[in-house]
Structure formats: C-alpha cells, structure tokens
C-alpha cells in the first residue's frame, strides 16, 4: 500500500500472525484458530496440548514448516519478535499503544451466569459466543464459573474448572470433536446428552464428573435393564481414547454410586421389595451365559466395566417411573467387552446359545446399525438385539412375569411376545407396548448373542444424539425408546437410502390357548433372500402356538427379502396346539403404493385373501406344524389346491398300487418334491430328484388313504397337483 496515495493502511486490530510454507487444510486451520500454538517438532496447540492433523490423511504440520510465528506477546521496541525456528523479526510502524487483547484464545467465562448473556464472558461485549446458533463448531470454551445454558453447543475443545458447573437444561446436546477437560461438573438435565466425536479425547481431574438422568419402571416387581454411561470418578491423563484398544481411562461402575432424582442417594434392601428402596435382590449380570443358572448376583459394591449390563428392579414409588441419576467419570471412546461362545455351536436357547448383557456405555444415545455392523464377527443371532420389556404383573415368580423380549436389528424391530418359561408354553394374548427403534437410550441395558470369541465393541462412532421424545410414531429415524413402561411409541428403526419396503404381520389366537406374535418382513435392492448379517433375526422362543419365518430351516422373527416381484412367495410356518381358531392380519405397511398388492395364500383351503382389506384372515387348523400351508403373495394366482393349468391331465398321475408317483414330459431335474396332506402338513418330502426317476416313477412310502397334493419346485417355478391314494 505503500506505493497508493492513501496508503490504505491496516485499520483495526491483530493478535497472531502465523506463515507457513505449504498449504493448510481446513481441519487443520480449526484446530489452531482459537489457541496460541507451541514446538513439539509439530505444530501442536498451547491450550489444547494435541498436535495439529488432518485425520482425513493423518498428516501433521512440521514446526519447520512455519515461516514465521508472531503472538504479538513478545514487542521490543519497534522490533516484534518471531517465535518461530526462523527469528524473523518484524519491525513495528506508526503504532504507539498496544490494546489489552480480546481475541478469543480461548473463549472464556468471567461471571456466573446464562451462557447467552455477554456479561457472563470475559469480552462478551466484542465476542458473539453468547448467541448458540451462530457459535462456530470449532470453538474452545474455557467454563471458568457456573454457567447455565437451554441450547445445544458443539465445540472443539471444552474445559470445566474445578468446582464449577456447566448445566445444561431441556433436551440438548454437547458435542465435543477434539478434547473435553472435566475438572468440574457437566450436569446433563431433562434428555440432555453428551456426544464425543471419533477423535475426542477425556481428561478427567479426580472431581471431574457428570450427572445424567434416566427414569426406569418404577415398580418393585418389574425389571429394568441398565448400563451406566459414568464410572467412578479419578484424574485421568491424556491419551488417545480411539485407539482399537480399551480406552485406560474409563472406571468401573458401582451401584452404590446410584442417586434418586432429587440427589440423594439410593436406599437398598435386602428384602424382596421395599417401598422407596431398590432391592438387592434382584440385581444380576449375564456375562458369556447359556442357561438360566447362569446369572450372577451382583452387590451394590460390585465392580461392573463399561458396557457390561445388570438387572434391577423399582422402588415401588407412586406413578409409572422412578428418575436416577448416574453420576461420575463420563465413559469416552473403545469400550471392549470380552464375549466367549461358551454353548459352542449352535444356537438352541438353554443348550448352545450364549448371550450377554450388555449396556449402552455412553452418556448419548447408541446407533444400533452401527453397533451392530460394527460387531460382525461376534454377534449371533444374525446381529438381533433384544429388549427386555415387563407390562404388568406384580409377582416375583418367573412364570408369573407379564414380559417379554423385543428384537431390534437393522430391518427393524418387533414387539415383545410374553415370556414362555423356561419350560415353554404359550406366549398369551399380551405383547411388549413399545417397539424399540435404531437409537438406544441412555442407560439401556440389552441382550445380544455370541456366536464366536472375541471383544464386542463400542466405539464413539456409534454415539449419536437422538432424544426419547423424538419418536414420531412412524417407522423412521426419528427417537430412542427406553423399554421400561407401557408407554406406547412406534417403531422409528430405518432410514436408508435406498427405499426398505416393510410388512408387519400378528398371529393371533381367536379361541383356545392365548397366543400372539408380530413379525417383520422387509424388502429391498440391497437385501437378497438368503441370509443378510444385520437384517435377520430368529425366533428363539417359539410357543405352543406360535407363527415364524422360515430362513433355510431356522424360524424367524424378522427376514430381509430382496425387492419384491409380481411372483415372490414368502413362506410362514405355523404351530398350533390343538383343533383351535387362528388370525393372520398385517398391522402396518411401510413404503407400499396404495394399489401395490399383498395377499395371504392359503394352499390348504384355496382361499387367496386380501390382506389390505383392514381385515384379518381366520382359519381353523389342526394340532402339528404347518410349513407349507401359509405363503405371503404379491399377485392373485392359483392356490397349491388347484391342479396347474399347465399341464395335461395325464402328465401327473398317482399309482396307488405300487406308491409310486408318476412325471412324464420334464426335462431338467426338480429341486424339492413334498406330498402334503389336506390338513397342509408335509408327509413326505424329497430334494434334488433326477427327472428320469419321475418319469419312471418316484417310490413313496406307504400313504394312507386320502386325498394329497403333490409339489414340485423346478428352476422354473412350483407345480402342484391333487392325487388320490386308495
């Protein structure tokens, strides 16, 4: 500006000149702004005391790299002093004062008070932190004094100083990128939650802590699934948090750290219920285990690591909910829990199947797909989690519990069908009120199965903050559904890219034993027909009366399809106990056309219902188990009853005298054969049969008389024909 008439001088005010020899990448740029930067042989952050890098290339910033560095801290004379490796020093013009510096290295509090207020700020008057919305994501927060805020606030670096208090009131987040120095207190109200990022890091003084708040069922015969998102508090020294190992910085959690929601510490017994107490009765973990003896009472002294879960159940308080509040060392990055397929192979309730209690660790909320995928080669199951979910009932008797278990993966979820026993039997008219969604609550505690050894794996990466009150009684993203009352709230479980078509079926008892079960199958382009990890779950408790999925020759609870095409068939399997009266109706369709078509296909009767008639279809059924009986279709065809149009009479034709059942014109061998009787069950059943031996004909056992029908799956499709054995 020199060579201008009016110079054009700089007018205003500077506080740090930086100069570097290469470019600088956004990321990197954010972490130094708000923070004076020191020699590590990289560029590293003064207050802040982590190198400068861009985690999307790992790339640091050589101290070499900086040309020149002037703090503006360091002026003699007119000579402004370099304090990088380079000593170049600059010479001041025309400046005769130097102002008292406001640049916000960091942003700092100066008063008690509400964050939106600028006297609450050290230089609130030139700083806009006090407005929430407009605070820059990449900021550092110095909490100096007892600050109250009802709005959200990410940031890049957040400190509390001992003895004092950042609250955050209503439902909101804080979210934390790079590094959360707790000296002090977070206190989380309402549904507030705290979210650290893949490369946050805890550093904790010995009273650094946070309260989180949760409410569980609050009657004493009721049980509530926990995992505490806090451990003890204790200092705690800078480390990475995000490693692939267990982060050394998380504490163990003990129930006597429990508080009741007014602050107060919570009162035990040892009886079997007490009012205003929490029994020590009935508080168990279920580590690595296989039957129902291999629950293990814990004591309110006992060492429980992050994400393990626990049982407990109410205080028998007045209304539905009793509020605690976890308070300690908040738990931050990898969390490894340490699973062992203690059944073997297998996957039979009681015999072979190993599940493990597990809890939601963080003080956020958990993203279940990513849980989920994240845990592929340890979870069974086909990566289900279930939800433990009591309705009613005041008993302590196992076969007396009005509960059962929801199942959550990423298709979505169904509701919990009551608890059979440990002897089996039927799962009565009662279901869970509440279908758990992709978001896990703060607090909650869940069942997962283990198929193989190895460490289950919680990650930051799987925190996300979604509030309870957000569910929108819609199948979408929207909420997380703490499974403790009989609080009714939709599933929100599924939000993809491509489009996930979904059908929930209920089977229904209309007389005889009580009996109900929901059922979830979705379809899309990104799911095939066999097995998908993630999007399957089996049907581990089948009842006396029960109707399932059919994977192969596992019985499912939800089933991932592909796409759905005009001739798509889907197979239940039904079990009934007796000569009783039965009900299949659809509860609720996602993502279908008002005219795309779903029926149910009765091959016994011949009926083709229409299931989107509002309407449930009702049958009678004999006692057995019933595979083929049942199908879901997409277009209004023939029944398995009727003999196919596409043969001649006398192509298919049984021999009663010699048992054997005649083929004539196939040209390529048929995958499956079954002859089903009129009661729909299948009495003989061949696979892989040679086209000539049906030509010749197929040898069957000895029928009884009566009149069958003979099935055929080809490459081709099904064929069916009515025979007559005499």
Known sequence: SSTLSNKEYFNGEIDEVRVFNKALTYIQIQQMVFQEINDSG??????????????????NVLWSSLLAYYPMSDIRGNDLIDFSQYTRTFKLRNITAIPVQTAPMPFQTNADGDWSLESTWLHGDVWDIENALTNKEWSIVHIKNEVISSNSHTNLGLFIDNNEKLTINGDHKVENSWYLELNGTLDLQ?????IQGVNSDLVTSAQGKILRRQEGTSSAFWYNYWGSPVGAMGASILVDNNTLSDNPNNTDYQLNMLKKGDGNNVDFTA????????????LYTYQNGVTYLDYDAITINSNLESGVGYTQKGTGVLGLDQQYIFEGKPNNGTILVSGTDTGGPG??????????????PYPSALDLHEFILDNSAVLGGGGAIQLWQQWSGTS???????????TVNISGSVRASQFIGLNGGNSGGFEGTKLPTRYLPVGQGFNAEISANGNVVFNNSQRVFIKEADADGTDSDLGSAFLRTSEISEDGSISEVNVMQKIRLEFNSVDGPSARRELLLAFSNYTTDDFDYGYEAENSGEGNDDMS????????????YAE??????????????GAYNYEIKITDLVNFDDDQDVYLKDNLTGVIFDLRNDQGYQFSSEIGTFNTRFQIVFEQGEALSTEDQDYQYNLIYFNSNTNKLFVKGLQADVKQVMIINMLGQTVQEFTDVDYQDLNTGLQLSKLTTGTYVAYFKTENGIKTKKILAQ
Do not use: C, F
């Open 42 to 59: 990289n560029v590293r952050g003064h207050v802040i005391n982590k190198d400068i890098i861009d985690y999307s290339n790992s790339n």
């Open 190 to 194: 309402a549904d507030s939650q705290l």
């Open 271 to 282: 009886a079997n219920d007490e009012m205003g107490k929490v029994s020590t009765r009935w």
């Open 347 to 360: 996957s039979v309730p009681g015999v072979s199947k190993t599940d493990y209690l597990l809890g939601n």
């Open 396 to 406: 302590h008797n196992l076969d007396e519990y009005n509960g059962g278990y929801a």
């Open 549 to 560: 999925l059919v994977l192969e020759d596992q019985l499912m609870l939800i089933q991932a």
């Open 564 to 577: 759905i095409t005009d001739d798509k068939i889907v197979s239940l399997s039904i079990r009934t106990s």
